[in-house]
């Protein structure tokens, strides 16, 4: 009797696999094919990571063997082991130039490469192309994804797009994966075309953020849709991202590194990493003072976490805050996290209840805009 109950089943399952048939969704619907670069297309591909090409996001990396965004010389003496694997992520990073060429390709190699089951591959590990309209807009192109447990190989696509028929070079901006490492990145114009060197970006010291997992970029699903990344565009300032899994302490050794650095704002928002108030209280404000100290009149945004919100951590947080601003800091602002997702709240805008989706980082980008602006609006 038994026997024949799992026949049945198994002769039930195997029609509705024939009646679902076999076919990958890339040959149901062409909209989710990647563009291969064809035996008859050429194709000039230039270091991304050289001249005339300019990258931003790295201030340590020595520019070899893929980015890194820790000083090299780092060890478990001055922060934990997540960091020193979270450091070769390319978080932040972005490629900026300029071309006439009426098509744009990527060949990359990954260093490392992160497939999360919470988090869509074309954000742990694509790349985003973004552009400048003829009004002088920055506009989204297009996403390159490594395909589906083929990122051991050389990943070989072209940015799928249609833009307007250039009358001119255009600035093309390439954002880098939040949760992937990239060791080498080449861009790929026609033979004919021009690569040139980017303009000037408005705010030349770039914006440092410190932090956690959603610092880093969990869960966006591309690069550019990153809180921070969409704050940069915005005011036109390159990144520095030190977002870092489950892995921002507050450690002196990096409160020492970032002080050393000239930057137009620096972001603290490391809460969620701290194992509880009560080391918050005993490294965040030290972490701010070092900082302060070196950088007097360096602009500061603190900010306590997003989602899973404790007053007892939101009040050590904001404790770093007060202190600084009876002592005299104008250049201080504080950003309680229970505002960022605003009405929305965490049942819109998160995929677990913590990591914000990409309607969550708009929201918190649409709430901190208005600092940042007052923030650099009164920096040096």
Not at 220 to 237: E, F, G, I, K
Request: a positive charge.
């Amino acid at each position: 009797m038994k026997k024949g109950i799992f026949l049945a089943v198994a002769a039930m399952l195997a029609a509705v696999s024939s009646l679902c048939g076999s076919d990958s969704i890339e040959k149901i619907d062409k909209n989710f094919r990647a563009v291969t670069i064809g035996k008859k297309q050429k194709v000039n591909f230039f270091n991304a990571f050289a001249k005339p090409c300019e990258v931003t996001g790295f201030p340590w990396w020595d520019g070899k063997n893929g980015p890194y965004r820790i000083p090299a010389g780092f060890t478990l003496k001055e922060v934990n082991r997540g960091v020193l694997t979270l450091a070769h992520h390319s978080s932040g990073g972005a490629v900026r130039f300029v071309t006439d060429s009426p098509f744009i390709a990527l060949r990359a190699v990954y260093k490392s490469f992160r497939d999360m089951n919470h988090m869509p591959r074309s954000g742990s590990g694509g790349f985003d192309l973004y552009s400048v309209d003829e009004k002088g807009n920055e506009i989204y192109v297009s996403t390159i994804n490594p395909d589906r447990g083929n990122d051991k190989k050389p990943l070989v696509q072209l940015f799928k797009y249609r833009m307007p028929k250039q009358k001119a070079p255009r600035l093309y901006t390439i954002y880098l994966p939040l949760y992937s490492g990239v060791k080498e990145l080449e861009i790929g114009i026609a033979p004919d075309a021009k690569m040139l060197p980017p303009p000037p970006q408005k705010i030349s010291k770039p914006i440092l953020f410190y932090g956690s997992s959603i610092t880093q970029g969990g869960c966006a699903s591309r690069p550019a849709n990153n809180y921070t990344t969409m704050l940069c565009r915005a005011v036109d300032a390159p990144q520095i991202n030190l977002g870092f899994s489950g892995s921002a302490k507050g450690e002196t050794a990096m409160a020492e590194a970032i002080s050393k650095l000239d930057l137009s704002l620096f972001v603290m928002d490391y809460d969620y990493n701290a194992p509880n108030a009560a080391h918050l209280l005993k490294t965040h404000e030290k972490f701010f003072q070092i900082i302060r100290k070196a950088q007097p009149e360096l602009p500061i945004i603190i900010l306590s976490r997003c989602s899973l919100m404790q007053d007892a951590r939101r009040d050590a947080v904001k404790r770093t805050y007060d202190n600084a601003v009876k002592a005299g800091d104008k250049k201080v602002w504080f950003v309680d996290g229970s505002e960022l997702f605003g009405e929305a709240g965490p049942n819109y805008c998160t995929v677990d209840r913590c990591h914000p989706n990409d309607l969550g980082f708009y929201l918190m980008f649409r709430r901190l805009l208005p600092v940042v602006k007052a923030a650099l609006n009164t920096g040096r």
